[in-house]
């Protein structure tokens, strides 16, 4: 994300002194990048219009603590992954049941080897590209996780955020953290694990 | 004693292997695993292809209707007009027409 076509002192000034220019330029150069950072946590289009509206305007009330010296890209998105996380645990992680995701775990033998061992596939895992569809697919595994689970992944596999990051985000002890990311990936591989066998 | 590691225990070591945070010991073992089990070698390559697809994510393009940035534009301009409210009173959203 760049600011080149709008020069960052000019929008700080601008949204300090909540010049009404400023604020439309500021919504169009910055909302579509915000709402694809959203869309991580949540693919509800409503819920996801809600928590851009929200982080918008928190970041028009924080603009006086941000320091200028620093791109403001990154304090933004920030913003919009915190407000992502509150919101959703405020408004939907109660709704959403605690699930286990013992299904996507491989079953084994007592002696530890695969019931249905993952070979013979037509295709090298590490030759499949992401495609459109492919990217379809994985999007919407991940949003079909449950939230305990879809949060710490997205955090860490989209934004790469470390794992004591993570921990401190979700107020989470951090080998809880990375027990939830490694299920979810598990859950995710298995969903997608048709693509690398039919190697599309 | 040096105890063998199993499918079972491979894939549960999985992402500590591929953050290269497991203990120099358990690291050689399941090397050493590795190396003899095509099964679990291609668990980790769907496994560590699937955080790399995570990723590549990150970078996807939205488009955002026009109508709703319209909207936004008008909500914050109004907005901004009120003092802020006081944490925990905040009410959702005005500008979203369906709730």
């Not at chain 1, 601008?14 to 919504?27: A, C, Q, R, S, Y």
């Not at chain 1, 299904?103 to 090298?124: A, E, R």
């Not at chain 1, 499949?128 to 949003?143: F, H, P």
């Not at chain 1, 951090?174 to 599309?200: N, W």
């Amino acid at each position: 994300m760049n600011t080149r076509e709008m020069d960052q002192h000019q929008i700080v000034e601008g949204l300090k002194n909540h010049n009404p220019d400023t604020i439309d330029e500021f919504v169009h150069h910055f909302s579509r990048p915000l709402f694809g950072v959203i869309l991580n946590y949540t693919k509800n289009p409503s819920d996801a219009e809600e928590i851009l509206q929200d982080t918008l305007l928190k970041i028009i009330r924080k603009i006086e603590t941000f320091r200028e010296e620093s791109d403001i890209w990154p304090w933004i998105k920030r913003i919009a992954v915190n407000n992502s996380i509150m919101w959703l645990r405020k408004y939907r992680a109660a709704r959403e049941r605690e699930t286990q995701l013992d299904d996507s775990m491989p079953h084994f033998t007592n002696d530890g080897q695969y019931v249905n061992p993952p070979w013979g596939w037509s295709v090298d895992p590490e030759e499949v590209m992401l495609n459109r569809e492919l990217a379809g697919e994985l999007y919407d595994a991940i949003q079909a996780l449950p939230f305990e689970y879809r949060m710490p992944l997205v955090l860490r596999d989209i934004e790469g955020y470390s794992i004591k990051q993570i921990s401190s985000l979700l107020s989470l002890k951090e080998p809880t953290t990375k027990t939830r990311i490694h299920r979810a990936r598990l859950s995710v591989r298995e969903k997608l694990s048709h693509y690398f066998e039919d190697g599309i | 004693m040096r105890t063998t590691i199993t499918c079972r225990d491979c894939v549960d070591l999985l992402m500590e292997y591929i953050d290269h945070t497991l203990e120099p010991a358990a690291q050689t073992r399941l090397d050493e695993h590795l190396a003899s089990c095509p099964p679990c070698i291609h668990f980790l390559k769907t496994y560590k292809k699937c955080t790399e697809f995570s990723g590549q994510l990150r970078d996807q393009k939205v488009q955002i209707p026009q109508e709703l940035e319209s909207r936004l534009q008008s909500f914050l301009k109004q907005e901004i007009q009120k003092p802020p409210e006081e944490p925990g009173t905040q009410k959702k959203s005005h500008a979203h027409s369906r709730r």
